[in-house]
């Protein structure tokens, strides 16, 4: 597939391997390969084809004569499972080397198949042909052993022999070779991905490669990849050309460079591509940039007539949920009434009631956004739909599988916040204990971020209502060391940590020799912009945990430390 991949695009970019060679060169290696394989086969296919035209081979004419009339004819006897049949040996050593040639050359070196996740390695569907053949051949053998009648054993030896090459060359012929020839169409005749089968596969394939770049790391080469494939798309016509004349506002581009007469020529296939191949692009580039393909993306999904035909429109819903965290995070501007924030929950929550998982997950986000605006009536009662829609078992690796972060659990700590806003802190506690039990136990631990921005509504509960030593127990045993070195969250663990050791309710004896290196630590600590507004937009700063952190210190005195710094 990965050959098939680079040759359909024919694009000197995509480098695959260590030694910095072309998908055309390795392309090239491989269909020699094929073709190896292939004319092993043959062989084995014309001596089965002989044997059957000449019957020599397969039986012997014995002589018969009768006792009653003293005639004598000739009958053929069969000899095909004589010992020391050669033309049986010879069947099944030509049928098995293929078999085995195929096997060995498909074992690829560990940096090769590093390179190439998943895709290179042949050898299950090379298994899965072995294993048809000799499921056929257990179904044959008895048939052999068991008939009386040499047209029969004949037919079974056959089927028996044959089914290991056949097999193979169904696989090699027709999944591979021919699979081969057709990717060799250009990537400017899939412009118009509509009517063809094979044009719906080249931009899809151009996903399934795009995603693969990202998994190990190559985002300058995705990003490329996903640019010449939705230049690829632009351009198109509306299937009825006549309603397209003298249209000027068939040219208004809509976004990501797709005219509305682009978006009539698209079917829901192109569609869905399109939206998977702009989300992509959102993941591999800075915040400014996401925000821009996303609002792409969603427009594209508003004005295109496709969009009504999906199957699943759940395409749409990672989208809104990163606009929403974009906009939280202070990278796409609105109003103080925060109106574009309000239009997208609600759209995205009236969409998302196709699925339960998805639906949840919008009702979180109309739940946050409402307690982030400080309207807490609106958010409980958003929360209590989304608390019995949401199945703690069960959604929570859907939602990260779709969404990366299982916000949901996130807002079963933000609702702690909200609790201990409007004065129930009992109940605050309440909650805080509830997620304690029962929320975190079952949330995926590889997620960093999601895991953090949960104990940050929790620490902030706990200690603001004087139970720091649960908090420091808390902190301690489900926050792993690990996240120190994390890309987004790594720079808020050791400040945490400190602030819960040297705050006046901390249970901790505070070593005082540490407080230079503390200190520094403190004066070094300079979130970002993003990361900050996102923490905030929860209910606490990481600059005023900062504050806070020099704030105990400030009756303190330590002579070896120049505190004019």
Same mark, same amino acid.
């Given at each position: 597939r990965a050959w098939r991949i680079s040759a359909l695009f024919n694009n000197p970019l995509m480098k695959i391997g260590r030694n910095g060679s072309t998908s055309s060169e390795i392309g090239r290696v491989e269909k020699a390969r094929q073709f190896a394989i292939a004319i092993m086969t043959i062989p084995s296919l014309l001596l089965q084809i002989v044997i059957v035209a000449l019957s020599s081979s397969r039986s012997s004419i014995q002589l018969v004569t009768t006792g009653v009339y003293g005639l004598?004819?000739?009958?053929?006897?069969?000899?095909?499972?004589?010992?020391?049949?050669?033309?049986?040996?010879?069947?099944?050593?030509?049928?098995?080397?293929?078999?085995?040639?195929?096997?060995?050359?498909?074992?690829?070196?560990?940096?090769?198949?590093?390179?190439?996740?998943?895709?290179?390695?042949?050898?299950?569907?090379?298994?899965?042909?072995?294993?048809?053949?000799?499921?056929?051949?257990?179904?044959?053998?008895?048939?052999i052993s068991m008939s009386m009648s040499p047209n029969v054993k004949v037919y079974a030896t056959l089927a028996a022999t044959l089914v290991l090459p056949l097999s193979l060359c169904h696989y090699i012929g027709l999944e591979k070779v021919l699979g081969s020839m057709r990717s060799r169409m250009p990537l400017q005749k899939i412009r118009n991905p509509i009517n063809t089968l094979d044009n719906k596969n080249s931009p899809l394939a151009s996903v399934r490669m795009a995603e693969m770049y990202m998994n190990i790391g190559r985002k300058e080469e995705s990003i490329q990849l996903i640019d010449e494939t939705l230049n690829s798309l632009r351009g198109g016509t509306s299937n009825n050309v006549i309603s397209n004349i003298g249209q000027k506002e068939g040219k208004e581009e809509i976004g990501a460079g797709f005219t509305r007469n682009d978006?009539?020529? /698209?079917?829901?296939?192109? %569609?869905?591509?399109?939206?998977?191949?702009? #989300?992509? =692009? &959102?993941?591999?580039?800075?915040?400014?940039?996401?925000?821009?393909?996303?609002?792409?993306?969603?427009?594209?999904?508003?004005?295109?007539p496709a969009a009504s035909k999906l199957k699943d429109v759940s395409i749409i819903f990672p989208v809104y949920n990163w606009v929403g965290l974009l906009i939280k995070g202070g990278t796409i501007e609105q109003d103080d009434m925060c109106s574009l924030e309000v239009d997208l929950a609600k759209r995205y929550c009236?969409?998302?009631?196709?699925?339960?998982?998805?639906?949840?997950?919008?009702?979180?986000?109309?739940?946050?956004?409402?307690?982030?605006?400080?309207?807490?009536?609106?958010?409980?009662?958003?929360?209590?739909?989304?608390?019995?829609?949401?199945?703690?078992?069960?959604?929570?690796?859907?939602?990260?599988?779709?969404?990366?972060?299982?916000?949901?659990?996130?807002? /079963?700590?933000?609702?702690? %916040?909200?609790?201990?806003?409007?004065?129930? #802190?009992? =109940? &605050?506690?309440?909650?805080?204990?509830?997620?304690?039990?029962?929320?975190?136990?079952?949330?995926?631990?590889?997620?960093?971020i999601g895991l953090y921005s949960m104990m940050m509504s929790i620490v902030r509960v706990l200690k603001w209502t004087g139970h720091v030593d649960q908090a420091i127990d808390v902190y301690t045993k489900f926050v792993p060391p690990e996240t120190e070195h994390h890309f987004a969250v790594g720079e808020f663990y050791k400040p945490m940590l400190l602030l819960l050791k040297i705050c006046d309710d901390s249970p901790v004896q505070y070593n005082k020799k540490d407080m230079v290196a503390d200190i520094e630590l403190a004066l070094e600590f300079d979130p970002g912009e993003m990361g900050d507004n996102m923490f905030t937009s929860d209910g606490w700063s990481m600059k005023s945990m900062a504050a806070e952190i020099y704030h105990q210190w400030q009756n303190t005195r330590n002579e070896s430390f120049d505190y004019n710094r």
């Open positions: 004598t004819f000739g009958v053929h006897e069969c000899k095909n499972m004589a010992a020391g049949s050669w033309d049986l040996y010879a069947s099944i050593v030509l049928a098995c080397f293929p078999m085995a040639v195929g096997y060995l050359i498909n074992i690829r070196p560990k940096s090769e198949l590093d390179d190439l996740p998943d895709i290179v390695d042949e050898r299950k569907s090379l298994e899965s042909s072995f294993a048809t053949s000799i499921c056929l051949f257990v179904v044959t053998s008895p048939i978006l009539k020529s /698209f079917d829901h296939y192109t %569609l869905d591509v399109v939206i998977d191949l702009l #989300k992509l =692009k &959102a993941q591999a580039v800075d915040p400014k940039s996401s925000a821009v393909v996303n609002i792409d993306a969603l427009r594209i999904f508003e004005n295109c009236y969409e998302a009631q196709v699925q339960a998982y998805h639906y949840a997950r919008a009702l979180g986000s109309l739940a946050e956004m409402c307690g982030r605006t400080g309207r807490y009536s609106e958010a409980f009662e958003y929360f209590d739909i989304m608390e019995k829609v949401y199945m703690k078992e069960v959604h929570p690796k859907m939602l990260t599988k779709a969404y990366k972060v299982d916000r949901c659990a996130l807002v /079963f700590a933000m609702v702690a %916040l909200w609790e201990m806003k409007v004065g129930r #802190k009992d =109940k &605050a506690i309440e909650r805080v204990n509830f997620v304690i039990e029962n929320i975190i136990p079952n949330y995926d631990k590889k997620d960093f």
